[in-house]
Nanobody, 128 residues
Framework: QLRLEESGGGLAQPGGSLRLSCAAS????????IGWFRQAPGKEREGLSC????????KYAESVKGRFTISRDNAKNTVYLQMNSLRPEDTAVYYC?????????????????????WGQGTRVTVSS
């Protein structure tokens, strides 16, 4: 059974940091592009960052560029999202998603509808 599980969420102070993990089980992430998304209460799901299967292509939304960093460790079958300089507006449920296509080795999409597998999410709250 293919499964993605996010972890690392919690409460952080403004200006603080958290590192989210997205661990895969039941399949290897080697051939999958991975995206991170979030959804705040009352808002649409937002694409944050994505990385190609090779790790060579990474993209960031303007809202997180310079603050968040996506990385992957295929040996651990895990993708990370390092979040620094957190703001109250970063409060949301964060999801990772995976997709494999013939182009996924070198390309990752920031569009949620292009992803096939999703985790259950991890909640991040940024508040003093």
């Amino acid at each position: 059974q293919l499964r993605l599980e996010e972890s690392g969420g919690g409460l952080a102070q403004p200006g603080g940091s958290l590192r989210l993990s997205c661990a895969a089980s039941g399949f290897t992430l080697d051939y999958y592009a991975i995206g991170w998304f979030r959804q705040a209460p009352g808002k649409e799901r937002e694409g944050l960052s994505c990385v190609s299967a090779s790790g060579g292509s990474r993209k960031y939304a303007e809202s997180v560029k310079g603050r968040f960093t996506i990385s992957r460790d295929n040996a651990k079958n895990t993708v990370y999202l390092q979040m620094n300089s957190l703001r109250p507006e970063d409060t949301a449920v964060y999801y990772c998603a995976a997709v494999t296509r013939e182009y996924s080795y070198d390309y990752a999409s920031g569009l949620d509808f292009q992803y096939d597998y999703w985790g259950q999410g991890t909640r991040v709250t940024v508040s003093s």
